[in-house]
Antibody, heavy 118, light 111 residues
Framework: QVQLQESGPGLVKPSQTLSLTCTVSGGSFSSGDYYWPWIRQPPGKGLEWIGYIYYSGSTYYNPSLKSRVTISVDTSKNQFSLKLSSVTAADTAVYYC??????????WGQGTMVTVSS | QSALTQPASVSGSPGQSITISCTGTSSDVGGYNYVSWYQQCPGKAPKLMIYGVNKRPSGVSNRFSGSKSGNAASLTISGLQAEDEADYYCCSYAGSSTFVVFGGGTKLTVL
């Protein structure tokens, strides 16, 4: 079955760039039926969609984060990545990668906590 | 402030039915049949329970059902069980630029 796993630093300094990678195993990564989003959840708060990418490389970003977000794909490694620049404490959150199907997210990674602090 | 409005908490006793509401606008919930619901147990990733307003993914119990009327969607859990205790989030497509918006989440307590 398809599994997703996030990886990356758990601590980022203010004004720096947050970088995370999601590794997809078990198939479906190359299928055009799916897209690959990043979603985050600040501690004790709700979910926020960050953006997503297709296997082809087409990207779509949350307008509120668009100026700071870059999502890329490495098809040779079955991975997609998130970069969020100029981070502040407000970017502290659990970051999830997921699989998008239609207008829903049907498989999620376990999530990785990223803290922005000096 | 979340784009979709959910009650902060609901509760019910085992065996009972509960309904969680999710109120949006004609630009999201009311405009599309793309409402999904996610269950999140403490410390865990969200799990898709309902998509396309009322469709259940394979493996999700038929005790979970979804519906929509106008700008409001609902998740109903029948035959409440202790294992249903979790946070529940609604989500709606909101057009090509916004893509999706989430509700603030509802904490379900099984008494």
């Amino acid at each position: 079955q398809v599994q997703l796993q996030e990886s990356g630093p758990g601590l980022v300094k203010p004004s720096q760039t947050l970088s995370l990678t999601c590794t997809v195993s078990g198939g479906s990564f190359s299928s055009g039926d799916y897209y690959w989003p990043w979603i985050r959840q600040p501690p004790g708060k709700g979910l926020e969609w960050i953006g997503y990418i297709y296997y082809s490389g087409s990207t779509y970003y949350n307008p509120s984060l668009k100026s700071r977000v870059t999502i890329s794909v490495d098809t040779s490694k079955n991975q997609f990545s998130l970069k969020l620049s100029s981070v502040t404490a407000a970017d502290t959150a659990v970051y999830y990668c997921a699989r998008g199907f239609g207008k829903a997210f049907d498989i999620w990674g376990q999530g990785t906590m990223v803290t922005v602090s000096s | 402030q979340s784009a979709l409005t959910q009650p902060a908490s609901v509760s019910g006793s085992p065996g009972q039915s509960i309904t969680i509401s999710c109120t949006g606008t004609s630009s999201d919930v009311g405009g599309y049949n793309y409402v999904s619901w996610y269950q999140q147990c403490p410390g865990k990733a969200p799990k898709l329970m309902i998509y396309g307003v009322n469709k259940r993914p394979s493996g999700v119990s038929n005790r979970f059902s979804g519906s929509k009327s106008g700008n409001a969607a609902s998740l109903t859990i029948s035959g409440l069980q202790a294992e249903d205790e979790a946070d529940y989030y609604c989500c709606s497509y909101a057009g090509s630029s916004t893509f999706v918006v989430f509700g603030g989440g509802t904490k379900l307590t099984v008494l």
